[in-house]
């Protein structure tokens, strides 16, 4: 565990100003980037945590080249906040929670989990998906904050995604692969959808989007590690839905353990992290 004393480290409590026309742009398109979610004395004190908690837990240790193309757009460690009493504070911050409901527009939300994403020196693209395939969550009312460690450049890959393509919904069983890619690409090209290219980013600031938002990451060309840390959030009040794929079924014993279809969404795993006063 760093060094960094538990006591030490930035609450994230205050709250962040989020105006009427950044929820209104997320409510139409699907997507946001909002700046200085965290302050760089913030971000700077939470890197090397959340660094050194990646790394440690990390299982993938075969090189680029004999990895998958899900394997090679980058490293991906789940659930930090349960492993590292740091890293939980970070993931557990009210302020990251309250954009959340704000942008959802919700009374409260819930932790779903957190993950590292590293995508390594030379690290392959992310194909086209939509995150919600892999939740089974009765609600529509989902969405991840994507948070850069240190500032990235758009040839780090940063994310891009189809404006206002969450209002198709479920497009499909189609998992992050060639597949995905292909299938969306035609989907994207047969509805002429408009596209939000990935802009450079300074540590600390952040992106947020909807659980069915399609999405997709370049490769990273530069020699440096692009260092992401992600949440996902859900509307407080969500159940449980029974799974429509394998990946749903494996979710639901990863994410929301000892809960059935029918449910109420809120196992130790599912925190309320954000309620409005």
Not at 67 to 93: E, H, P
Not at 182 to 200: M, N, Q, V, W
């Amino acid at each position: 565990m760093s060094e960094v004393n538990l006591i030490d480290a930035p609450d994230l409590r205050q709250p962040y100003s989020l105006g009427i026309e950044q929820i209104r742009s997320f409510q139409q398109n699907g997507h946001v980037l909002l700046r200085e979610v965290a302050k760089p004395v913030e971000i700077s004190a939470y890197r090397p945590i959340i660094k050194e908690a990646a790394y440690q837990y990390n299982t993938e240790i075969r090189p680029l080249s004999e990895r998958s193309t899900y394997g090679r757009a980058f490293l991906q460690i789940m659930n930090l906040w349960t492993k590292d009493s740091l890293v939980q504070k970070f993931v557990m911050a009210r302020r990251f929670a309250q954009i959340a409901a704000g942008l959802l527009g919700v009374e409260g939300v819930r932790l779903y989990h957190d993950q590292a994403l590293f995508k390594e020196a030379g690290g392959g693209p992310t194909p086209w998906h939509q995150d919600q395939h892999y939740w089974p969550l009765d609600t529509d009312k989902t969405i991840t904050m994507w948070m850069p460690l240190t500032d990235i450049s758009t040839e780090m890959g940063p994310m891009t995604f189809v404006s206002e393509s969450n209002r198709f919904g479920y497009l499909g069983n189609f998992p992050i692969s060639d597949e995905s890619q292909a299938r969306f690409d035609e989907i994207i090209k047969g509805r002429k959808l408009e596209l939000s290219y990935g802009t450079a980013m300074a540590a600390g600031d952040a992106t947020f989007h909807t659980g069915w938002m399609l999405h997709a990451a370049p490769e990273n060309v530069t020699a440096n590690t692009r260092e992401v840390m992600t949440i996902i959030y859900f509307a407080d009040g969500a159940r449980v839905n029974e799974p429509e794929n394998k990946n749903q079924e494996s979710d639901l014993n990863k994410w929301l353990i000892g809960l059935k279809p029918g449910d109420l969404a809120a196992s130790p795993l599912n925190p309320l992290l954000y309620t409005s006063p």
